[in-house]
Structures are given as C-alpha cells and as structure tokens.
C-alpha cells in the first residue's frame, strides 16, 4: 500500500467533517472518493495533501508519517491546482519553469507540454486557455516533480465530452507509467471508467468501499432493478460517436 489512513477525523468547532474514517490505497491504482457536496471528501484530500491539518487518527503517504514528515510527503506528490493558482498573463512555458523553480528541477517544458496534448499552446498565456485546456495544464503541472502519487480534484467537472474523455485518456496514461492516482468526481460514469476502487463517503464516514463491479454486483444481488432497460450505449456516446473523439480548438 502506499496510502494509509487509520480513524482520521476533521472537526471545525461542534461540526464534524471527517468522522474517523480508516482506508488504504494500492501502489498503482487509481483510487475514488465519492460522495455528495459536503460528505467529507475534498477535506480528506486536502488532508493527504498536506494543506489542511488533521483533527486526529493517523495518516501515512508514501511511507511518511503525515505528522512527522509533511515536507518529505510534498516531494513525492503532485496536486491539481485550481485555475486561480496560476498567474493569468504568463505564458504556459514560463509557468512550467516557474514551478520546476520550486520544486529546484530542470525540466524541458515542450516535452512535458506534449504529455498533455498542449505543446502548440507553450507561448500562449494562461488566461487564453478554454477550460478543456486548462484542466490539461493544470494536470501537466502535477507531474512536474515525477510524482509517485497525484491528486485531482474533480478534474472533467464543466467540460465538453470530447475533453472530458481525453482527460480520461490521460488520467489513464499516467497511471500506466507508475503513478497511484487519488480522484474526486461527481461523474460515476467517470469513477466506474477510471477507478480500480472506490471510497464512497457521506456525512463524514465511508459507507462503501470496493471495486465499482463488485459494488454493482451487490446493490443487484440486493433485488434492485432499474425500471428502465439498460442499453449498451448512452447518450454520450452518440454524441461522441457522431462528432467525433479528437479534441477540437478550444478544448
């Protein structure tokens, strides 16, 4: 395992966010948290990330105690920035250096730039992207530093089919070099694609955690029965089907 979370809790005053949750995730794998707004899971992220402190239980990342060796947890995962992280007017080739400043490493940003489909892109400013293409970046940004574990935060959330299914693509490529990737997404769709085991997480606790078909193999053994025939296909496969899978300008 290279996440291990044991009776983690997040308080703010009376409310409790995170109610001692315990879960583990594989080296390799990439790993859901699920749940409705407010069920905990973007604190628990944030938590593994080391950008909220924990109100107890026990947190190990990589090997490192979350407590004892929080800079060491830095330098082993990459973080999906939100777009008001970047500076708008600079160019996407300077904010790579930028960041590779940071994290004191030299890194070809073309090269980096072509992992996610934007090397065409490198001299235009940030704030000239569409969202498709900064989600991209913002996820270029995350392998700078060659991560063993990467975090992203509802990553597809507003974007058109088309660069919502590359994003998949790419989440998939990454994990594919190595990378254990940890996700929050809205989209079940996109968890049962993507995801090797998912947390689902309400009011502050887990109240499932498996891989997404043994999940549905169990809500079917329980008797449920959707009322309307599933079909092979939804619509947004037609959509793709019709228009196309490669991104378009602006994407």
Same mark, same amino acid.
């Given at each position: ?54 109100? *107890? +239980?026990?947190? =190990? ?9 929080? #800079?060491?947890? &830095?330098? /082993? ?52 992207? *569409? +969202?498709?293409? =900064? ?9 700078? #530093?060659?991560? &063993?574990? /990467? ?101």
């Amino acid at each position: 395992m290279i996440i291990d979370v044991k009776e983690l809790c997040k308080t703010y005053g009376s409310y409790e966010a995170v109610k001692g949750i315990s879960f583990q995730v594989n080296q390799g794998e990439i790993f859901g948290l699920l749940g409705p707004n407010g069920a905990g899971k973007s604190t628990t992220l944030e938590i593994m990330e080391t950008l909220r402190t924990k109100t *107890s +239980g026990e947190v =190990k990342i990589g090997g490192f105690d979350l407590d004892k060796s929080p #800079n060491q947890i &830095k330098q /082993i995962i990459g973080v999906q920035l939100q777009t008001s992280g970047f500076y708008p007017s600079l160019k996407l080739f300077e904010l790579i250096e930028l960041f590779a400043g940071l994290y004191n490493r030299k890194i070809d940003p073309i090269n980096l730039l072509k992992k996610v489909n934007l090397e065409d892109k490198a001299k235009s400013e940030y704030k000239s992207l *569409s +969202g498709g293409q =900064k989600q991209r970046f913002s996820i270029a940004t995350t392998l700078i #530093n060659d991560p &063993k574990i /990467i975090f992203l935060d509802e990553p597809t959330t507003g974007l058109d089919p088309q660069a919502r299914r590359n994003l998949w693509d790419l989440i998939l490529e990454i994990r594919s070099l190595g990378a254990t990737v940890v996700i929050t997404t809205h989209y079940m769709d996109e968890a049962e694609v993507l995801c090797d085991r998912v947390a689902i997480m309400d009011a502050g606790k887990i109240i499932a955690l498996d891989k997404p078909e043994k999940l549905i193999d169990q809500l079917l053994a329980s008797g449920f029965e959707k009322q309307k025939e599933t079909k092979g296909a939804n619509l947004e496969d037609v959509f793709i089907n019709l228009t196309g899978h490669e991104l378009r300008q602006g994407s």
